[in-house]
């Protein structure tokens, strides 16, 4: 989840919408965004060892707005992913409407490692203290959690049912609090949630090929102009270190690419403009992070089929993200692009060092392009590439297998309540869960739909793809409500 101050959503780049006013589109209601409190919450540092220093706590940031919140109402927890949980506060903006609407209490956990929750402060990013950055203990940290927010809220700790909300990461966790915590969520609302993706589960070619195919939707000559552009990179590059002085001129990077290394990594820093691009293709601009225009696809596709030749068209689409600001006078690479465990590259925010450890360990984000299926250079991210940056980087060697095991692989069936939302136009979409499980486990499409759009505040300008999706989400999460206070009014009496 790119940077200026962006968390991603993968590994950098999120974006986040200005949400401090929203208009709800089926109603005329408009709602305010609420105001929260920020906490801090003792966490113990490792919930799984009770002999080591696992004995010691750390503060867990946590936003809490009772604002809509009647007693005896619902608690909407957001599983905080890679980044600052006040970032997400600000992006998430349908949770605030749906907490309105069932008057429930809203709250933000921070994960570990990220934002102001750190476990051992300033060094908490080294080598020496990232064993305690897990899947695992993540969510034994909203898990304990939870157990206190529902005895400090509901006399009854029985009577008030949680419903966890993520997005992207959030959403892969929010999956696996249901699946591990069924005792404490009532349900998941996991939107764009990569879970298989996660797990090592799907083919490694998809996430690049898709990003293709949201340029060759929109008209299929960009597709083929990127191409060219990388073509006549490539035969550039084969003269050698007069051709690499050439390329670094015209795509106006600050310092001359030295070697093929280099080459390579530029390479990938243009593959997550488009790849950003066509994640973030929402009806409507976005100003909170990089300003993108509304569809950022079309828009830069029209920009790169006016260039006069190919290594202009790439940099039509680069600019788009890269100088958001329009005030770079070349583009510095490596403040942009850092290589890491994620093909997609982190930032240089704090918080991306993380998810490389993450992505070193248990997260796997293996996509590799071909300049077959996909429009970029042929380049194969394997499980030995990841490895060794892996062992380099933190003396780690990823566990590939791991997280299919721990969190029930593809066979989700003997769980319930889950909604799996994706947008047709997100990248990351194959990486979920497309299908419906059981009736209670649902795969919802939006079709026009980008990266985690449902969890974002409504617009005016929304596809009525997404406006119905957030309708049904509504109602099944009202039904969730339902069946957990029924349920647990009847064992009551019993
Ligand atoms: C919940 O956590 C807060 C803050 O750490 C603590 O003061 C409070 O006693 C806890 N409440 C319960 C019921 O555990
Ligand atoms: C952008 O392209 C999509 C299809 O990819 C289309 O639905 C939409 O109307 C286009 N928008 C603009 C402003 O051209
Ligand atoms: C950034 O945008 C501005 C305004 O369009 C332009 O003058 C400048 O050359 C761009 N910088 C780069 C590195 O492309
Ligand atoms: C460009 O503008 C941004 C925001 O307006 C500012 O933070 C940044 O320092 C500027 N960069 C340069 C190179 O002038
Ligand atoms: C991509 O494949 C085309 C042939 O389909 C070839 O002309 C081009 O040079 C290749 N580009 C790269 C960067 O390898
Ligand atoms: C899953 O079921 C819901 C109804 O419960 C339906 O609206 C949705 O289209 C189904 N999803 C898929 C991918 O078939
Ligand atoms: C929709 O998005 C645009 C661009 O971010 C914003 O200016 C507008 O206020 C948003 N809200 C509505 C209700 O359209």
């Given at each position: 989840?790119?940077?200026?101050?962006?968390?991603?959503?993968?590994?950098?780049?999120?974006?986040?919408?200005?949400?401090?006013?929203?208009?709800?589109?089926?109603?005329?209601?408009?709602?305010?965004?609420?105001?929260?409190?920020?906490?801090?919450?003792?966490?113990?540092?490792?919930?799984?060892?009770?002999?080591?220093?696992?004995?010691?706590?750390?503060?867990?940031?946590?936003?809490?707005?009772?604002?809509?919140?009647?007693?005896?109402?619902?608690?909407?927890?957001?599983?905080?992913?890679?980044?600052?949980?006040?970032?997400?506060?600000?992006?998430?903006?349908?949770?605030?409407?749906?907490?309105?609407?069932?008057?429930?209490?809203?709250?933000?956990?921070?994960?570990?490692?990220?934002?102001?929750?750190?476990?051992?402060?300033?060094?908490?990013?080294?080598?020496?203290?990232?064993?305690?950055?897990?899947?695992?203990?993540?969510?034994?940290?909203?898990?304990?959690?939870?157990?206190?927010?529902?005895?400090?809220?509901?006399?009854d700790p029985d009577v008030c049912p949680v419903i966890a909300f993520g997005g992207s990461y959030g959403g892969v966790l929010s999956t696996f609090l249901r699946l591990k915590y069924p005792n404490l969520v009532a349900g998941a609302l996991a939107s764009s949630a990569n879970v298989?993706?996660?797990?090592?589960?799907?083919?490694?070619?998809?996430?690049?090929?898709?990003?293709?195919?949201?340029?060759?939707?929109?008209?299929?000559?960009?597709?083929?102009?990127?191409?060219?552009?990388?073509?006549?990179?490539?035969?550039?590059?084969?003269?050698?270190?007069?051709?690499?002085?050439?390329?670094?001129?015209?795509?106006?990077?600050?310092?001359?690419?030295?070697?093929?290394?280099?080459?390579?990594?530029?390479?990938?820093?243009?593959?997550?403009?488009?790849?950003?691009?066509?994640?973030?293709?929402?009806?409507?601009?976005?100003?909170?992070?990089?300003?993108?225009?509304?569809?950022?696809?079309?828009?830069?596709?029209?920009?790169?089929?006016?260039?006069?030749?190919?290594?202009?068209?790439?940099?039509?689409?680069?600019?788009?993200?890269?100088?958001?600001?329009?005030?770079?006078?070349?583009?510095?690479?490596?403040?942009?692009?850092?290589?890491?465990?994620?093909?997609?590259?982190?930032?240089?925010?704090?918080?991306?060092?993380?998810?490389?450890?993450?992505?070193?360990?248990?997260?796997?984000?293996?996509?590799?392009?071909?300049?077959?299926?996909?429009?970029?250079?042929?380049?194969?991210?394997?499980?030995?590439?990841?490895?060794?940056?892996?062992?380099?980087?933190?003396?780690?060697?990823?566990?590939?297998?791991?997280?299919?095991?721990?969190?029930?692989?593809?066979?989700?069936?003997?769980?319930?309540?889950?909604?799996?939302?994706?947008?047709?136009?997100?990248?990351?979409?194959?990486?979920?869960?497309?299908?419906?499980?059981?009736?209670?486990?649902?795969?919802?499409?939006?079709?026009?739909?980008?990266?985690?759009?449902?969890?974002?505040?409504?617009?005016?300008?929304?596809?009525?793809?997404?406006?119905?999706?957030?309708?049904?989400?509504?109602?099944?999460?009202?039904?969730?409500?339902?069946?957990?206070?029924?349920?647990?009014?009847?064992?009551?009496?019993?």
């Amino acid at each position: 989840m790119a940077t200026v101050d962006v968390v991603t959503v993968r590994r950098s780049v999120v974006y986040f919408a200005v949400t401090l006013l929203f208009v709800t589109v089926s109603c005329v209601s408009v709602t305010r965004d609420p105001p929260y409190e920020t906490r801090y919450f003792h966490q113990y540092l490792d919930h799984f060892n009770f002999a080591s220093r696992g004995a010691g706590t750390f503060k867990e940031r946590v936003l809490v707005s009772d604002a809509f919140w009647r007693s005896g109402g619902p608690i909407f927890f957001y599983t905080g992913n890679e980044g600052p949980i006040t970032r997400l506060w600000n992006e998430i903006g349908f949770m605030k409407d749906l907490a309105e609407q069932f008057e429930a209490l809203i709250v933000f956990a921070e994960h570990r490692y990220y934002g102001e929750s750190l476990p051992f402060g300033e060094n908490t990013i080294s080598q020496e203290n990232m064993g305690l950055l897990t899947v695992e203990q993540a969510l034994a940290d909203y898990a304990v959690l939870i157990t206190n927010l529902t005895v400090s809220y509901c006399q009854d700790p029985d009577v008030c049912p949680v419903i966890a909300f993520g997005g992207s990461y959030g959403g892969v966790l929010s999956t696996f609090l249901r699946l591990k915590y069924p005792n404490l969520v009532a349900g998941a609302l996991a939107s764009s949630a990569n879970v298989y993706m996660s797990a090592g589960l799907t083919p490694g070619n998809q996430l690049f090929q898709d990003v293709t195919e949201d340029f060759r939707r929109y008209n299929p000559r960009c597709p083929d102009r990127v191409r060219e552009g990388f073509a006549e990179m490539e035969r550039l590059a084969g003269q050698g270190e007069q051709g690499l002085h050439e390329i670094s001129t015209r795509m106006k990077l600050c310092s001359s690419l030295q070697d093929h290394a280099d080459l390579v990594n530029m390479y990938r820093w243009v593959r997550e403009a488009f790849t950003v691009l066509a994640m973030e293709d929402l009806p409507y601009a976005i100003s909170n992070g990089p300003f993108l225009p509304a569809y950022p696809v079309n828009a830069s596709c029209n920009l790169l089929l006016k260039a006069t030749d190919g290594i202009e068209e790439i940099l039509q689409a680069v600019g788009m993200l890269y100088n958001f600001t329009s005030n770079l006078s070349c583009f510095d690479l490596h403040e942009d692009f850092v290589p890491c465990a994620d093909p997609t590259g982190c930032s240089l925010m704090p918080g991306a060092k993380a998810w490389d450890y993450q992505t070193c360990t248990e997260i796997s984000l293996l996509e590799s392009t071909d300049n077959v299926t996909d429009m970029f250079p042929p380049d194969a991210f394997t499980e030995e590439t990841r490895a060794a940056h892996c062992r380099e980087r933190w003396g780690v060697t990823p566990r590939p297998g791991w997280l299919a095991t721990q969190f029930w692989g593809k066979d989700l069936k003997a769980s319930s309540n889950i909604i799996f939302s994706n947008g047709d136009l997100d990248p990351w979409r194959r990486g979920g869960v497309l299908q419906n499980v059981s009736s209670s486990i649902v795969a919802l499409e939006i079709q026009g739909g980008a990266h985690i759009m449902d969890l974002r505040a409504p617009n005016a300008t929304d596809p009525l793809s997404v406006i119905r999706v957030r309708q049904q989400e509504a109602h099944l999460i009202g039904q969730w409500i339902s069946e957990a206070t029924n349920q647990k009014e009847a064992s009551g009496n019993g």
